[in-house]
């Protein structure tokens, strides 16, 4: 048993498969959740950065959502021909592509607001206590800055220095 502040290594590994598991198993749900509305995960993150940030190009869009600009290329082509965004010419920079929702995408971005997709994925955390709630939102808040002190904020590298090798 330990005295420090921290818990044993064998704990520390324990957390790490845990969370390997977890992660890939909750991000699949959450994927079948949002499947359930017609629209992948992958579609609405793209939708509800346009409707929280308004019309951005392409790389915007990649750096926001944290994926390649290829990925988000496919995304806007099928979000295109469901008729939820479209792409428009930037008033400046001739290069550059502008991505906007239309009025139905637009819509969709008022249903992910109004959280009914989001309370359907709260669901999972309402079988946990008050307590365990919270705690786990101090934990996950923790977390976050360690990953942010290592250089990683919302899995984008804050610094150009890797974390130093273990």
Same mark, same amino acid.
């Given at each position: /048993?330990? *005295?420090? *502040?921290? =818990?044993?290594?064998?704990? !520390?590994?324990? &957390?790490?498969?845990? @969370?390997?598991?977890?992660? =890939?198993?909750?991000?699949?749900?959450? %994927?079948? $959740?949002?499947?359930?509305?017609?629209?992948? @995960?992958?579609? /609405?993150?793209?939708?509800?950065?346009?409707?929280?940030?308004?019309?951005?190009? /392409?790389?915007? +869009?990649?750096? %926001?959502?944290?994926?390649?600009?290829?990925?988000? *290329? !496919?995304?806007?082509?099928?979000?295109?021909?469901?008729?939820?965004? #479209? #792409?428009?010419?930037?008033?400046?920079?001739?290069?550059?592509?502008?991505?906007? +929702?239309?009025?139905?995408? !637009? %819509?969709?971005? #008022?249903?992910?607001?109004?959280?009914?997709? /989001?309370?359907?994925?709260?669901?999972?955390?309402?079988?946990?206590?008050?307590?365990? %709630?919270?705690? &786990?939102?101090?934990?996950?808040?923790?977390?976050?800055?360690?990953?942010?002190?290592?250089?990683?904020?919302?899995?984008? +590298? $804050?610094?150009?220095?890797? =974390?130093?090798?273990?």
């Amino acid at each position: /048993m330990s *005295t420090g *502040t921290s =818990p044993p290594d064998d704990d !520390a590994l324990a &957390l790490a498969r845990a @969370f390997a598991g977890f992660g =890939p198993a909750y991000l699949k749900w959450i %994927q079948a $959740c949002f499947a359930e509305s017609g629209v992948s @995960f992958a579609r /609405m993150k793209l939708l509800g950065a346009l409707h929280s940030s308004g019309p951005r190009i /392409m790389s915007e +869009l990649s750096e %926001q959502l944290g994926v390649t600009a290829r990925n988000v *290329t !496919a995304l806007v082509d099928a979000l295109e021909a469901e008729g939820l965004v #479209r #792409r428009v010419p930037h008033a400046t920079d001739r290069r550059a592509t502008v991505i906007e +929702l239309t009025a139905a995408g !637009a %819509q969709y971005g #008022r249903q992910m607001a109004s959280g009914g997709h /989001m309370s359907a994925i709260a669901e999972l955390f309402r079988g946990l206590t008050a307590t365990e %709630q919270q705690q &786990l939102l101090a934990v996950i808040a923790k977390l976050r800055g360690l990953l942010a002190a290592r250089g990683f904020e919302g899995g984008h +590298l $804050c610094s150009s220095s890797a =974390p130093p090798a273990e």
